[in-house]
């Protein structure tokens, strides 16, 4: 006889420290998607999403490698849930990336010239002083600003 699979999600210890700053997130989520993008560029209507993705991410992140707050196990629960990217966190161990706002932003197909995004260019070196990234919104994620 099969086993009778259950929709219970067994969460780690600790989760009830973090629970309510990553529901708090989620219903931050919840209203960027739903905001009406009344006079906005297409491109722009994104840009609430993206930030709220980089805010849960970076939080999960910092708890585990900033301040060691949380449990390994609770870290790898939060990046199978979905509560952070766990592609944009691999970018940030990286030397050069720890600022990096999107994966867009370094996906040179995404770019002309096979280039990334302008808001990687640090700010010394940019010829027009504000820069704002199309896809995300990011005025400058270079890691020497």
Not at 96 to 117: K, S
Not at 122 to 128: D, F, Q, Y
Request: charged share 30%; with cysteine; hydrophobic share 30%.
């Amino acid at each position: 006889m099969p086993r009778v699979k259950t929709n219970r999600i067994k969460y780690p210890e600790g989760w009830e420290l973090i629970e309510p700053t990553l529901h708090e997130l989620d219903a931050k989520m919840r209203e960027a998607g739903n905001d009406p993008n009344d006079g906005k560029r297409k491109c722009e209507a994104l840009w609430p999403i993206f930030k709220v993705a980089h805010q849960r991410s970076r939080y999960v992140f910092d708890l585990y490698y900033g301040r060691n707050e949380i449990s390994k196990e609770l870290y790898e629960f939060c990046l199978e849930q979905g509560y952070a990217d766990r592609n944009l966190i691999a970018k940030w161990k990286k030397p050069g990336y720890e600022r990096l706002c999107c994966l867009h932003c370094i996906q040179p197909r995404d770019h002309n010239f096979a280039t990334t995004c302008a808001c990687r260019v640090p700010k010394h070196l940019r010829e027009v002083a504000v820069i704002e990234c199309v896809h995300c919104g990011c005025q400058g994620c270079a890691s020497g600003d």
